[in-house]
């Protein structure tokens, strides 16, 4: 028996079931960050010195230094954003090759934020500035650590539709254009996150 609803729009909701499904999972997931953010912005307040200060003397220096690195990676996902959207356009208007140029330019870009931010964390870890060092790098490598682990989760999934997941085009072209725009959505949101990200930990201390 076919699941309905996996293409044509519900009735009731307007909008076919994994569309549905994506947006309830990520209201769940402003949940968990707008609880983090919450967390920030009550210690912020809290604390008399920001950044604290610890036994290797406050981090204003290395955020300095580590601003270049993180306006980069800023414009990096914006364009995946660009090329997410794009890979979307290309199946809608039935073009398979542009879809796979642009999805994956979508995957370079974000392993290129993940590099990015590897040696951003190795060199703050080399200069003694772990997650037990202050209130704030136990912030930092939370709400960063907690936002990386959902780029490699978004590349799984877009890996998987660059790769196998490509063959629900030949029987269902329109199915797989579905499952495109639920990733997009997804992808927008982790992009979203570190727009918020980006000014909060590194612009505003």
């Known amino acids: 028996m076919e699941i309905p609803y996996n293409v044509q729009v519900r009735e009731d909701t307007g909008v076919y079931n994994s569309k549905l499904g ?3 999972f990520l209201a769940s997931e402003v949940m968990l960050f707008g609880g983090l953010f919450s967390a920030y912005i009550l210690l912020r307040t809290g604390a008399p010195v920001w950044p604290p200060i610890g036994e290797h003397g406050s981090i204003m220096h290395l955020l300095k230094e580590t601003i270049p690195h993180a306006t980069f990676n800023t414009v990096v996902l914006i364009a995946s954003s660009v090329t997410m959207v794009m890979a979307w356009v290309s199946l809608k208007t039935k073009d398979l090759g542009k879809f796979r140029i642009y999805l994956g330019t979508t995957l370079i870009c974000a392993l290129v934020f993940l590099i990015v931010k590897y040696f951003e964390y190795s060199h703050k870890i080399h200069e003694g500035f772990v997650p037990s060092h202050d209130t704030y790098m136990a912030l930092y490598f939370t709400l960063t650590g907690l936002h990386g682990l959902h780029i490699i989760g978004g590349m799984i999934v877009l890996g998987y539709f660059f790769g196998p997941g490509i063959k629900m085009w030949d029987n269902e072209p329109e199915r797989f254009t579905n499952r495109i725009e639920i990733v997009g ?14 000014p909060i930990l590194y612009l505003l201390n």
């Open 185 to 198: 959505l997804y992808w927008h949101f982790v992009d979203l996150v570190w727009i918020f990200l980006f």
């Open 22 to 24: 994506i947006w309830l």
